[in-house]
């Protein structure tokens, strides 16, 4: 049997080992190329490794080929026989070498990512450190004009606070979590009476005037963290209580413990004394316009019954029973008609003189009708009348009467305690334009319940038949008539040593000739 011819195989053969060697070295150099542009890539250094290994089985593989062929073709195939298994070895070794680079071709592309990855973030953190220390480059370079802008700013602020602290009119405060005064502005000392130099150390409790009020406050601060317009009393340095609107917030420290509370306070006392005396001038002039009305009804029924009574005295003698009856009933007459005048000057009837009087010479004139009274029940009368004092517009009939009554009430008042003192002043006020008279007793003086109502029509103290409790009243409105005010004092307090003594003080407060706006009103 004739074989097929071997030449085409060959020749094959040998052109394949050929063309693997080309295509090898051609890997092998453009991994090269690669590898010399990025050194540092780990990929192309691979292949760089693995193509120089292919490149070098590729070498040995083909070189045995064509080694086996032409040995062949030129009868020696006893030494291909020889160099065979050398060739063999050489190529297993070249696979095996070529393997191993392919096995871990995976675990080093692992690696590279890794480091990749790595390389990213590094590189992504480096750029954020460029931007940060650009940012700091430029925060150093304004740094010292952001400084100067702020101190500008801290400076304003802190300086309308402290404008605020200093110049208010109200009280500004700020006190620590066991209700210490830390910081008081002058006007809230000067409110309480304490000194702004050298102050006493102060508490809420040396404030507030009653515990109840400053347990409440202490709840609500502390439950809805502020407290608004409350009303409440604080208690000066001498004692005297005044009314405060208060506002106030709680303060807490970064961890949210209570650290204390700062506040507003309003002084309300003038205010609500404003009020007080409106509320009285209010209730006073709807008194007055029923009293007006009622004593003209009255004094019609009066005129009659002591017209009549008077007729039919002339008809019965004054020692019979009639007789003596008719006088009763025109005795009794005589004292309503007098309730009736009396009502009718509370109520402002009556006109009123308009002239120029010296309120001393009226009260000397009222002195010298009830002295000799007066020192009948051991009353002894003691006068500081201004020699300078200014003169007044008004009516002196109805100033007399005014006095009259005011020295009556004194001369009751001692009267049940067997004597005492009876003092009558007058003098200019500071500003010139009003004088101050006042009458001052040692009696008992003037309940507190019974204070507020002294001015009111018919009440009175005293016992049945000594009055008809219209003294005051006739008194209040002829004073509001001529443009001024009646003050009470109950127990006086001395405005030299401060020392409290029992009696009453009325102060009558007039306006003088020269404040034209407060003339008698017509």
């Known amino acids: 049997m004739n074989g097929l011819p071997m030449f085409p195989a060959n020749v094959t053969d040998m052109a394949g080992s050929v063309l693997i060697i080309v295509f090898s070295?051609?890997?092998?150099?453009?991994?090269?190329?690669?590898?010399?542009?990025?050194?540092?890539?780990?990929?192309?250094?691979?292949?760089?490794?693995?193509?120089?290994?292919?490149?070098?089985?590729?070498?040995?593989?083909?070189m045995g080929h064509l080694v086996k062929q032409v040995l062949f073709i030129s009868g020696n195939e006893e030494e291909w026989k020889i160099?065979?298994?050398?060739?063999?070895?050489?190529?297993?070794?070249?696979?095996?070498?070529?393997?191993?680079?392919?096995?871990?071709?995976?675990?080093?592309?692992?690696?590279?990512?890794?480091?990749?990855?790595?390389?990213?973030?590094?590189?992504?953190?480096?750029?954020?450190?460029?931007?940060?220390?650009?940012?700091?480059?430029?925060?150093?370079?304004?740094?010292?004009?952001?400084?100067?802008?702020?101190?500008?700013?801290?400076?304003?602020?802190?300086?309308?606070?402290?404008?605020?602290f200093t110049n208010s009119k109200d009280m500004v405060f700020f006190c620590d979590g066991e209700n210490r005064l830390v910081k008081m502005n002058a006007s809230g000392l000067k409110m309480l009476g304490y000194p702004v130099l050298n102050t006493p150390p102060l508490t809420l409790h040396d404030m507030f005037?009653?515990?109840?009020?400053?347990?409440?406050?202490?709840?609500?601060?502390?439950?809805?963290?502020?407290v608004q317009d409350l009303e409440i009393e604080f208690a000066m340095a001498d004692?005297?209580?005044?009314?405060?609107?208060?506002?106030?917030?709680?303060?807490?420290?970064?961890?949210?413990?209570?650290?204390?509370?700062?506040?507003?306070?309003k002084?309300?006392?003038?205010?609500?004394?404003?009020?007080?005396?409106?509320?009285?001038?209010?209730?006073?002039?709807?008194i007055g316009q029923m009293a007006a009305g009622v004593a003209h009804e009255i004094n019609t029924p009066l005129g009659v019954i002591l017209g009549y009574s008077q007729l039919l005295m002339d008809d019965f003698p004054p020692d019979t029973e009639e007789g003596q009856n008719l006088q009763v009933i025109e005795r009794q007459t005589k004292t309503c008609r007098k309730i009736v005048a009396d009502l009718l000057k509370f109520s402002r009837q009556a006109e009123s003189a308009k002239e120029d009087i010296s309120l001393n010479e009226v009260m000397i004139?009222?002195?010298?009708?009830?002295?000799?009274?007066?020192?009948?029940?051991?009353?002894?009368?003691?006068?500081?009348?201004?020699?300078?004092?200014?003169?007044?517009?008004?009516?002196?009939?109805?100033?007399?009467?005014?006095?009259?009554?005011?020295?009556?009430?004194a001369h009751h008042a001692m009267e049940e305690q067997g004597g005492g003192e009876l003092f009558i002043s007058t003098h200019n006020?500071?500003?010139?334009?009003?004088?101050?008279?006042?009458?001052?007793?040692?009696?008992?003086?003037?309940?507190?319940?019974?204070?507020?109502?002294?001015?009111d029509p018919f009440f009175t103290t005293k016992t049945v038949g000594k009055g008809t409790g219209l003294g005051l009243s006739v008194s209040y409105g002829i004073i509001q008539e001529h443009g001024g005010r009646i003050e009470v004092e109950s127990p006086v307090v001395d405005n030299t040593t401060g020392e409290t003594t029992a009696g009453t003080a009325f102060h009558v407060i007039l306006p003088t000739a020269l404040d034209e706006s407060q003339v008698i009103k017509q």
Not at 257 to 262: A, D, H, K, M, T
Not at 270 to 283: F, G, H, I, W
Not at 433 to 442: G, L, N, Q, W
């Open 83 to 164: 160099l065979a298994p050398l060739a063999g070895g050489f190529n297993t070794l070249l696979m095996t070498s070529l393997a191993a680079v392919t096995f871990y071709y995976h675990k080093g592309i692992e690696g590279f990512r890794a480091i990749e990855e790595k390389a990213r973030s590094l590189k992504t953190a480096n750029k954020k450190l460029k931007r940060t220390a650009t940012q700091l480059y430029e925060i150093n370079i304004h740094l010292e004009e952001m400084v100067e802008d702020r101190t500008r700013e801290l400076s304003a602020s802190e300086k309308k606070f402290r404008n605020f």
């Open 25 to 62: 070295f051609l890997s092998f150099r453009y991994a090269y190329l690669l590898t010399k542009k990025q050194p540092d890539n780990f990929l192309w250094g691979f292949l760089f490794y693995f193509c120089m290994t292919l490149a070098a089985f590729a070498i040995s593989r083909a």
């Open 365 to 409: 004139d009222v002195l010298a009708v009830s002295e000799h009274s007066l020192s009948m029940d051991h009353i002894r009368v003691h006068q500081d009348l201004a020699a300078d004092l200014q003169s007044i517009v008004g009516d002196a009939g109805k100033l007399r009467q005014v006095f009259i009554n005011l020295i009556n009430n």
């Open 429 to 455: 006020q500071q500003d010139s334009k009003k004088i101050m008279a006042t009458v001052r007793d040692t009696g008992h003086g003037i309940p507190d319940k019974v204070r507020p109502n002294i001015f």
């Open 267 to 286: 002084d309300l006392t003038r205010l609500k004394t404003m009020m007080s005396q409106l509320a009285s001038s209010e209730k006073m002039a709807s």
């Open 209 to 226: 005037q009653n515990e109840v009020d400053l347990d409440n406050y202490l709840e609500e601060i502390r439950s809805r963290h502020f």
């Open 239 to 265: 004692g005297t209580v005044i009314n405060i609107l208060l506002s106030a917030t709680a303060v807490y420290d970064d961890v949210g413990e209570f650290i204390g509370c700062e506040g507003i306070a």
